[in-house]
């Protein structure tokens, strides 16, 4: 479903909980809400409350009684209690180890060339096909696949198929196509895995650095098919859909006035606070906030929260503290970097930041120079939107240049 969209300068206040969310009563960083579900849950939304939470580990995403538990939407991703409450805390630390290497500092620089090239042949054949074009399409929806299919081992030819699956895997209103489309993409990923061993693909080289993640992931002691299948396939998702999402409110915010473009173009060094910016912005940071459940009974702002309680971390909100952020509603591409909290913090901090950041910084570097001149063909509330799934972002970007 794609709907009409407020212009960015004019969405509610991220200071206030989410529309989706129906607020009960609550003052300060910390409200009892309804869900889009209709379930009880705590939205907290100061910026000192969100950052301490987000690395406490009274908090999970595990549930001792995951049918019981409050909702946030229909998602089998996200809408609800996720892995195994007497092992979470083990379980995620062993995840993070397994997974970081895949993301440490040497390879993300040697991806960086890589990432730089399949944007300027993206841009190429947009410049070829010539103007107006549609940036979602050429540009903000191709690129991250490619990243992470190349990073992944996966095939790009395959593309329209997982991004189906993962487009229904993150459908919040239907959980029933969310399910279907996680199964989908599960089956995928072990079919992967079947197919490097098929391949004789998992050699002693498999543990080189330079090696794809489902192949180093296969042939790592310890780790069987389906957890590799299962790690991959999360990062699969979670490896391009937000960075789909990134690249497209990032377009939108900086044409949205030109003068944003025109402060780049005239300053290329500000490409990485414009980032931060971006990053910071509404749109990439709430969406309800993060789920987290309560595993004891804890105290928020004075507020008592029970054992197994739904906790939404609100970032988007966190991100606006004008206690944090002087002028936290103007959207300022000149802002020295804040230490905003869309990626996370603490354990939980996103292990695919690093790339995230390559590929925005690449992409509006690179548009800059080649399109000094680019702009929007519609007017901002004009641009269709899509609503239904968890990374909600631009369906198009029609520009010109």
């Known amino acids: 479903m794609s709907v009409p969209v407020q212009l960015p300068m004019e969405q509610p206040s991220p200071l206030q909980?989410?529309?989706?969310?129906?607020?009960?009563?609550?003052?300060?960083?910390?409200?009892?809400?309804?869900?889009?579900?209709?379930?009880?849950?705590?939205?907290?939304?100061?910026?000192?409350?969100?950052?301490?939470?987000?690395?406490?580990?009274?908090?999970?995403?595990?549930?001792?009684?995951?049918?019981?538990?409050?909702?946030?939407?229909?998602?089998?991703?996200?809408?609800?209690?996720?892995?195994?409450?007497?092992?979470?805390?083990?379980?995620?630390?062993?995840?993070?180890?397994?997974?970081?290497?895949?993301?440490s500092p040497r390879r993300m620089r040697t991806l960086r060339p890589r990432v730089e090239e399949l944007t300027r042949a993206l841009l190429d054949d947009l410049t070829a096909q010539g103007a107006p074009g549609d940036l979602h399409a050429g540009l903000a929806l191709p690129l991250p696949i490619a990243v992470i299919c190349e990073l992944l081992g996966v095939p790009y030819a395959d593309r329209a198929r997982f991004r189906a699956w993962t487009q229904a895997a993150g459908d919040i209103t239907d959980r029933a196509r969310s399910e279907h489309g996680l199964a989908e993409l599960f089956l995928y990923g072990r079919q992967l895995v079947a197919r490097r061993r098929e391949e004789g693909l998992l050699n002693d080289?498999?543990?080189?650095?330079?090696?794809?993640?489902?192949?180093?992931?296969?042939?790592?002691?310890?780790?069987?098919?389906?957890?590799?299948?299962?790690?991959?396939?999360?990062?699969?998702?979670?490896?391009?859909?937000?960075?789909?999402?990134?690249?497209?409110?990032?377009?939108?915010?900086?044409?949205?006035?030109?003068?944003?473009?025109?402060?780049?173009?005239?300053?290329?060094?500000?490409?990485?606070?414009?980032?931060?910016?971006?990053?910071?912005?509404?749109?990439?940071?709430?969406?309800?906030?993060?789920?987290?459940?309560?595993?004891?009974?804890?105290?928020?702002?004075?507020?008592?929260?029970?054992?197994?309680?739904?906790?939404?971390?609100?970032?988007?909100?966190?991100?606006?503290?004008?206690t944090v952020f002087a002028d936290p509603d103007n959207f300022d591409v000149t802002r020295p970097a804040p230490a905003h909290l869309t990626f996370g913090h603490g354990a939980r901090y996103c292990i695919g930041a690093p790339l995230a950041r390559i590929e925005l910084q690449t992409v509006f570097s690179q548009l800059i120079r080649r399109f000094p001149e680019m702009r929007l063909t519609v007017a901002v509330e004009e641009l269709p939107f899509i609503t239904d799934v968890l990374t909600s972002g631009p369906a198009e970007l029609p520009v010109t240049w």
Do not use: C, K
């Open 17 to 103: 909980p989410s529309p989706e969310l129906r607020v009960l009563q609550g003052r300060g960083p910390i409200h009892q809400v309804r869900t889009a579900v209709g379930d009880p849950a705590w939205m907290i939304i100061g910026y000192e409350h969100v950052r301490r939470l987000l690395d406490d580990d009274r908090l999970g995403r595990a549930h001792p009684e995951p049918e019981r538990a409050s909702r946030t939407g229909e998602s089998a991703l996200f809408g609800g209690p996720l892995g195994d409450f007497d092992t979470e805390q083990a379980d995620h630390t062993r995840m993070r180890s397994l997974l970081q290497p895949h993301f």
């Open 205 to 322: 080289d498999g543990h080189g650095e330079d090696a794809d993640v489902i192949t180093r992931m296969a042939r790592t002691e310890g780790v069987g098919d389906d957890e590799a299948a299962m790690m991959g396939m999360f990062l699969l998702f979670a490896g391009h859909e937000t960075t789909v999402t990134a690249i497209g409110m990032g377009v939108v915010w900086l044409l949205a006035d030109p003068a944003r473009w025109q402060a780049l173009v005239a300053d290329p060094a500000l490409i990485d606070q414009a980032v931060e910016e971006i990053l910071r912005a509404p749109g990439l940071g709430g969406g309800g906030g993060i789920p987290r459940y309560a595993r004891t009974d804890l105290d928020i702002a004075g507020v008592r929260v029970r054992a197994g309680e739904l906790v939404l971390l609100d970032t988007g909100a966190a991100n606006h503290d004008g």
